[in-house]
């Protein structure tokens, strides 16, 4: 593969086994700097695996991930984190630290042992509390914010560490609608104003669709589709990715769907008795 000097990430041939009933195989993917990518598909399909391999996490059986412009395996785990920061999925872990002190970790990649944080820090720290509207909450401890709240100190404490590229695993699940649309206006707003490139997974295709300028989809360990929102959510995809049928919009800016209900279910449905009519 030629390296595109425009790409911040790139896969070459990459593969995982967990076991013989699950691998990631030969999964080469190019996200060039300032995209908004993100990765759909059933659960268990390797999402989380692929963030994994891409934060190296977890290391290949084969292939190559480089990070801009360098091999993830020759990297130092500091340098890689100046560069990359990755958000696993949330179980809302009730860690008893304030916002400042977990925002504060987000700067340790950049120092020495024992060195302390100094004038530069601060202001990223600052910085990054102000980006993600926590200013106010920065002596509160995590267990006393709401949901969406926690869930923007994480991403400040990620971002404090000025990475390139920001992964992000489900980073709306558990939260309310409102919150799930804040969380996804602050990652566009990480994009558009920092340049940051972003590749998350959401389970939310609609949501996915509006906010990504890309879509690849995995299903069984492998990616199957691959390209922006308008390419890829097609009737098709749907049934062989999700097996559902579904009908697609376009509102003129990006698509969106509305699932019809699953053939099974409408059989089932009418073998049930309506009692005391309706
Ligand atoms: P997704 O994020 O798409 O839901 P994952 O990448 O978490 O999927 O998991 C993909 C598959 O790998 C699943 O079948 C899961 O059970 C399996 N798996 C995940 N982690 C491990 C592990 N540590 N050991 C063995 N199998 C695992
Ligand atoms: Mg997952």
Known sequence: MEINQDNVLHTKELSYR?????GLDTISLEVREGEI???????????????????????????????????LRVMSSADIAKKLAMLPQMHDHQLDFTVRELVEFGRHPHKNWFERLGGEDEEIIKWALSVTNLTTYEHRTLPSLSGGERQRAWIAMAIAQRPKVLLLDEPTTYLDISHQLEVMELVQNLN?????????????????????????????????????????????MFQHVFEIDVDIYDDGNKPFFTPRRVRCCEDELNHVEIKGGV
Request: net charge positive.
């Open 18 to 22: 967990y076991s013989e009933h699950f």
């Open 37 to 71: 990518v993100s990765l759909i598909g059933p659960n268990g399909s390797g999402k989380s695996t692929l963030l994994r391999l891409l934060a190296r996490l977890l290391d290949p059986v084969r292939g190559e991930v480089w990070l801009d412009g360098k091999e």
């Open 192 to 236: 558009r104003q920092f340049k940051m490139t972003i590749i998350m997974v959401l389970h939310d295709i609609n949501q996915a669709a509006q906010y990504s300028d890309r879509l690849i989809v995995m299903k069984k360990g492998e990616v199957v589709y691959d390209g922006i929102p308008q390419c890829v959510l097609c009737k098709s």
